[in-house]
């Protein structure tokens, strides 16, 4: 059983930089691959972006990439994401994820944080 915590999210305006970490215990975060995905209110979460378990493969979804950045840092337990050029269309809950494999699938990951909230102001 693995369990993610979020942390770092907040207001920041448009424009605006922020790094989003998730702390990985319970299990050995380097066996899976991990992504973060968002919601936003009244719609459906959504993948963001997703890492395999040694790095070496980076998903983005299309409307975040070339402004976000995930990492992750196994030696830690932890997963990253940078997020510079913030737009309002961003706000939303940001939840990161784990997944025997790399994907973009929501259902495809097992374990889920419970999220933290980013609010982008225009």
């Known amino acids: 059983q693995v369990q993610l915590v979020e942390s770092g999210g907040g207001l920041v305006q448009a424009g605006g930089s922020l790094t989003l970490s998730c702390a990985a215990s319970?299990?050995?975060?380097?066996?899976?691959?991990m992504g973060w995905f968002r919601q936003a209110p009244g719609k459906e979460r959504d993948f963001v972006a997703g890492?395999?378990?040694?790095?070496?493969?980076?998903y983005y979804a299309g409307s975040v990439k070339g402004r976000f950045t995930i990492s992750r840092d196994n030696a830690k337990n932890k997963l990253y994401l940078q997020m510079n050029s913030l737009k309002p269309e961003d706000t939303g809950v940001y939840y990161c994820?784990?997944?025997?494999?790399?994907?973009?699938?929501?259902?495809?990951?097992?374990?889920w944080g419970r999220g933290t909230q980013i609010t982008v102001s225009s």
């Open positions: 994820a784990a997944s025997r494999i790399l994907t973009v699938i929501t259902t495809e990951y097992d374990y």
């Open positions: 319970g299990g050995t975060n380097s066996t899976y691959a």
């Open positions: 890492i395999s378990w040694r790095g070496g493969n980076r």
